[in-house]
């Protein structure tokens, strides 16, 4: 069943009148456009198509054999979200781009993006809005079951994100899960190397390049969740080695050294035909080895947490 859509400026229960949506208190005016309910006054051309990924794979079926692969997947978030998020719940994507195929089938999805044309290819949610997040989620009390986002949480100011956790909070049942998975600022070795070799270019390539605004440590991070409303029930650090995926390559081949060669190497190694034995390995490594390294290292985190009551 759908969720009602509230105005995202006085949280009044919006009219569907067909081709808009409107609210009765404020009078404001929301166009659906190709199935997508824009609820946003401007446009971000940074966002704006830049991010149309979209994973199609979805398992046969539940057994082990079919599902597996999920595991893979971006460093095993879906794996995650399948793990700890009940079948038919409601579940709210943030930066949900052109969406997650296995997702759509699974559960009650609700798209949030400030991309409209990244919206508009993720047919099979359930629900799509255009919204910006750091104002408002235009949603009712207490009415999804888990907030997830993969890739989004990094792209937001620190000052902002207390902000959107409040909203979180508003939003979910008691109990409910928040998955997110997101870059970190890393004092992983290799990447710290390069950091000190030219710290203007780290910035160039791996915050100014990607949007990367809301940097913060794992241990920062942890903070903001439980300052506002959440209990950390999971923390997965990841990338802690040397063993990066392909994205972090590319960048460290942009410094001019002795080892740029090898960096160029590892970037194709992680590419067809070896890309899905290197990401096993990775997510092996990550498994095994990097919970025993130290936090501080990583250079993503997964980090699941639940709605503490009021």
């Given at each position: 069943?759908?969720?009602?859509?509230?105005?995202?400026?006085?949280?009044?229960p919006?009219?569907?009148?067909?081709?808009?949506?409107?609210?009765?208190?404020?009078?404001?005016?929301?166009?659906?456009?190709?199935?997508?309910?824009?609820?946003?006054?401007?446009?971000?051309?940074?966002?704006?198509?830049?991010?149309?990924?979209?994973?199609?794979?979805?398992?046969?079926?539940?057994?082990?054999?079919?599902?597996?692969?999920?595991?893979?997947?971006?460093?095993?978030?879906?794996?995650?979200?399948?793990?700890?998020?009940?079948?038919?719940?409601?579940?709210?994507e943030?930066?949900?781009?052109?969406?997650?195929?296995?997702?759509?089938?699974?559960?009650?999805m609700?798209?949030?993006?400030?991309s409209?044309?990244?919206?508009?290819?993720?047919?099979?949610?359930?629900?799509?809005?255009?919204?910006?997040?750091?104002?408002?989620?235009?949603?009712?009390?207490?009415?999804?079951?888990?907030?997830?986002?993969?890739?989004?949480?990094?792209?937001?100011?620190?000052?902002?994100?207390?902000?959107?956790?409040?909203?979180?909070?508003r939003?979910?049942?008691?109990?409910?899960?928040?998955?997110?998975?997101?870059?970190?600022?890393?004092?992983?070795?290799?990447?710290?190397?390069?950091?000190?070799?030219?710290?203007?270019?780290?910035?160039?390539?791996?915050?100014?390049g990607?949007?990367?605004?809301?940097?913060?440590?794992?241990?920062?991070?942890?903070?903001?969740?439980?300052?506002?409303?959440?209990?950390?029930a999971?923390?997965?650090?990841?990338?802690?080695?040397?063993?990066?995926?392909?994205?972090?390559?590319?960048?460290?081949a942009?410094?001019?050294?002795?080892?740029?060669?090898?960096?160029?190497?590892?970037?194709?190694?992680?590419?067809?035909?070896?890309?899905?034995?290197?990401?096993?390995?990775?997510?092996?490594?990550?498994?095994v080895?990097?919970?025993?390294?130290?936090?501080?290292?990583?250079r993503?985190?997964?980090?699941?947490?639940?709605?503490?009551?009021?």
């Amino acid at each position: 069943m759908a969720l009602q859509i509230i105005c995202p400026d006085d949280l009044t229960p919006l009219v569907d009148s067909g081709s808009e949506l409107h609210c009765g208190k404020c009078g404001r005016r929301f166009p659906v456009l190709d199935g997508v309910v824009s609820t946003t006054k401007t446009t971000d051309e940074f966002y704006e198509g830049a991010y149309q990924n979209q994973v199609k794979y979805v398992p046969r079926s539940d057994s082990f054999l079919h599902v597996w692969p999920l595991w893979l997947i971006s460093c095993g978030y879906l794996w995650a979200v399948r793990r700890l998020v009940r079948e038919d719940a409601t579940v709210v994507e943030f930066g949900a781009a052109s969406g997650v195929r296995f997702f759509g089938q699974r559960y009650h999805m609700v798209g949030c993006d400030l991309s409209l044309t990244s919206l508009q290819r993720a047919e099979f949610y359930e629900q799509r809005i255009q919204a910006d997040i750091a104002a408002s989620i235009p949603l009712p009390d207490e009415s999804v079951d888990a907030v997830i986002s993969s890739f989004f949480w990094e792209h937001i100011p620190a000052e902002v994100k207390p902000q959107i956790l409040r909203h979180c909070y508003r939003i979910l049942k008691p109990g409910g899960k928040l998955i997110f998975l997101y870059d970190v600022e890393t004092e992983n070795p290799l990447i710290r190397h390069y950091k000190k070799k030219n710290l203007a270019l780290y910035r160039k390539l791996f915050l100014e390049g990607d949007g990367h605004v809301g940097y913060q440590t794992p241990k920062e991070n942890r903070a903001i969740f439980e300052g506002n409303g959440f209990t950390v029930a999971e923390r997965h650090g990841m990338e802690k080695t040397w063993l990066q995926s392909t994205p972090a390559y590319i960048k460290l081949a942009e410094y001019h050294d002795a080892a740029r060669p090898l960096l160029r190497m590892m970037t194709r190694i992680g590419e067809p035909p070896f890309f899905h034995l290197y990401t096993a390995l990775i997510r092996m490594v990550d498994s095994v080895l990097c919970p025993w390294l130290p936090e501080d290292w990583a250079r993503i985190e997964m980090t699941v947490c639940e709605r503490r009551s009021s």
